[in-house]
């Protein structure tokens, strides 16, 4: 069974900058589709950002040239990197991996950008 945990949220004033982790234990495949999702409270969750076998392969315009996706496959991990945040991007963030035909979820990080 594949899990994912996140950390490094937290509460960061704007023009600040905050780096996601996501912990992802069990066998994925090489070919896993990575990504982080957000969600702010009435909406439904929206695709920040995505990366495949090391490469991004997709930012929401509202983030590009601010945050960076990455990975780690020796050490399973997946980091969003994200700078010169604004009030707009405060949500929850969510690990994603896509696994073959299977999705996984993790249970998400608070991030706050305020003042």
């Known amino acids: 069974q594949v899990q994912l945990v996140e950390s490094g949220g937290g509460l960061v004033q704007p023009g600040g900058s905050l780096r996601l982790s996501c912990a992802v234990s069990?066998?994925?495949?090489?070919?896993?589709?990575m990504g982080w999702y957000r969600q702010t409270p009435g909406n439904q969750r929206h695709l920040v950002a995505s990366?495949?076998?090391?490469?991004?392969?997709y930012y929401v315009d509202s983030v590009k040239g601010r945050f960076t996706i990455s990975s780690d496959t020796a050490k399973n991990m997946v980091y969003l990197q994200m700078n010169n945040l604004k009030s707009e991007d405060t949500a929850v963030y969510s690990c994603?991996?896509?696994?073959?035909?299977?999705?996984?979820w993790g249970q998400g990080t608070q991030v706050t950008v305020s003042s």
């Open positions: 990366i495949f076998s090391g490469v991004p392969t």
């Open positions: 994603y991996v896509k696994n073959g035909p299977n999705d996984f």
């Open positions: 069990g066998r994925i495949s090489r070919l896993a589709v």
